[in-house]
């Protein structure tokens, strides 16, 4: 009877696993493929076990079961050094055969990169709710989309400036966590293919904690010193109707920051926000997919009540900032419009 529920309940753990771009079932890079790798020899060892100690204990059930009257209670035994030491020899030899690639692999991903002057440097920052990323070596900050070239060692830096996040890629790499101590946490991974890769923050850290998505842009190294090059010299933009732009000004650049204004520590970066993935990280800008819209749309949808969307985040609604409607769709078009290239 409790082998139901045990059976529907794992049913639905591997059900939630089903999600093709968050599954760390289909690792997409190195990193993640040694973790894979690692996955599968844990799991056949344990299946061995299962079958073997299985076999043996089915085995006695059948051959040593109670024959009919019988009453006597059988020969007690107690103690075999032959079995002792061989119960004990096996498991140590599956835990060493285990051992020798987990340390491999744990050494292996332990390497940051930080040194490699080859490496995309990356500092990571968790916030309540979204992600800020920032291109070291270039002076550039943005949000929510984390940008990368094909091939190239990433090497993340991770902090936060409020509670406990964790960095997680599950096709890439992770996870890592962002500690509200002060400690940094450094790791590094790679994308071998462009694509676009779905990232979450793995850590309980509020009530919008399972809105608190990234995306991950594998791009060709030309496209990424393209897309550095415009988020350094941006074009200055505005929305092209005054009085919007004063409100814009007053009200929206109060928090966020644009084009050459420097980061704000409270509010994600708004430039080249019409190029992104998804609108506050969850809102898919994709209308040929089931789960996405149009970014218009999503705009216009986080704007006007923003608490629908991401529970305890720290945007107040534009209408509580005296906002009309028109405007808050003007300033929804005018964000849409703003594309890089
Ligand atoms: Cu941030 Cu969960």
Same mark, same amino acid.
């Given at each position: 009877?409790?082998?139901?529920?045990?059976?529907?309940?794992?049913?639905?753990?591997?059900?939630?696993?089903?999600?093709?771009?968050?599954?760390?079932?289909?690792?997409?890079?190195?990193?993640?493929?040694?973790?894979?790798?690692?996955?599968?020899?844990?799991?056949?060892?344990?299946?061995?076990?299962?079958?073997?100690?299985?076999?043996?204990?089915?085995?006695?059930?059948?051959?040593?079961?109670?024959?009919?009257?019988?009453?006597?209670?059988?020969?007690?035994?107690?103690?075999?050094?032959?079995?002792?030491?061989?119960?004990?020899?096996?498991?140590?030899?599956?835990?060493?055969?285990?051992?020798?690639?987990?340390?491999?692999?744990?050494?292996?991903?332990?390497?940051?990169?930080?040194?490699?002057?080859?490496?995309?440097?990356?500092?990571?920052?968790?916030?309540?709710?979204?992600?800020?990323?920032?291109?070291?070596?270039?002076?550039?900050?943005?949000?929510?989309?984390?940008?990368?070239?094909?091939?190239?060692?990433?090497?993340?830096?991770? +902090?936060? %400036?409020?509670?406990?996040?964790?960095?997680? #890629?599950?096709?890439?790499?992770?996870?890592? @966590? =962002?500690?509200? &101590? /002060?400690?940094?946490?450094?790791?590094?991974?790679?994308?071998?293919?462009?694509?676009?890769?779905?990232?979450?923050?793995?850590?309980?850290?509020?009530?919008?904690?399972?809105?608190?998505?990234?995306?991950?842009?594998?791009?060709?190294?030309?496209?990424?010193?393209?897309?550095?090059?415009?988020?350094?010299?941006?074009?200055?933009?505005?929305?092209?109707?005054?009085?919007?732009?004063?409100?814009?000004?007053?009200?929206?650049?109060?928090?966020?920051?644009?084009?050459?204004?420097?980061?704000?520590?409270?509010?994600? +970066?708004? %430039?080249?926000?019409?190029?992104?993935?998804? #609108?506050?990280?969850?809102?898919?800008?994709? @209308? =040929?997919?089931? &789960? /996405?819209?149009?970014?218009?749309?999503?705009?216009?949808?986080?704007?006007?009540?923003?608490?629908?969307?991401?529970?305890?985040?720290?945007?107040?609604?534009?209408?509580?900032?005296?906002?009309?409607?028109?405007?808050?769709?003007?300033?929804?078009?005018?964000?849409?419009?703003?594309?890089?290239?």
């Amino acid at each position: 009877k409790r082998l139901l529920p045990m059976t529907a309940a794992f049913g639905l753990l591997l059900a939630g696993c089903g999600r093709e771009d968050l599954s760390v079932l289909r690792p997409q890079g190195p990193v993640a493929e040694s973790s894979y790798a690692l996955m599968k020899l844990s799991i056949a060892i344990m299946i061995v076990v299962l079958l073997v100690v299985f076999s043996i204990a089915t085995y006695v059930w059948i051959r040593f079961r109670r024959k009919k009257d019988q009453n006597e209670i059988p020969k007690q035994v107690e103690g075999s050094f032959k079995l002792e030491v061989l119960w004990t020899v096996i498991p140590l030899i599956l835990v060493v055969v285990l051992a020798i690639p987990t340390v491999k692999v744990v050494f292996a991903a332990g390497n940051d990169h930080s040194d490699d002057k080859d490496a995309i440097k990356v500092k990571v920052t968790g916030h309540q709710y979204w992600w800020e990323f920032e291109y070291k070596d270039y002076g550039v900050t943005t949000a929510q989309d984390l940008i990368i070239p094909t091939g190239k060692h990433i090497a993340f830096e991770l +902090s936060t %400036t409020d509670v406990l996040h964790s960095f997680w #890629v599950p096709s890439l790499a992770g996870k890592m @966590d =962002t500690n509200p &101590d /002060g400690t940094v946490n450094r790791f590094s991974f790679s994308a071998p293919n462009e694509g676009v890769y779905r990232g979450k923050c793995a850590e309980l850290c509020g009530p919008s904690h399972g809105f608190m998505e990234f995306k991950v842009k594998s791009v060709s190294g030309e496209a990424f010193e393209k897309w550095i090059a415009s988020m350094k010299a941006p074009e200055s933009v505005m929305p092209d109707d005054p009085a919007l732009a004063e409100k814009f000004k007053s009200q929206c650049l109060s928090c966020h920051a644009i084009g050459s204004m420097p980061a704000s520590p409270v509010a994600p +970066s708004l %430039t080249g926000i019409g190029s992104r993935e998804a #609108v506050a990280g969850i809102l898919l800008n994709d @209308d =040929t997919r089931e &789960d /996405g819209a149009p970014i218009l749309e999503n705009l216009k949808t986080w704007l006007h009540d923003p608490q629908s969307v991401k529970p305890g985040n720290k945007m107040p609604n534009p209408k509580d900032m005296g906002l009309s409607d028109e405007e808050i769709d003007g300033i929804a078009e005018f964000l849409a419009g703003y594309t890089l290239e």
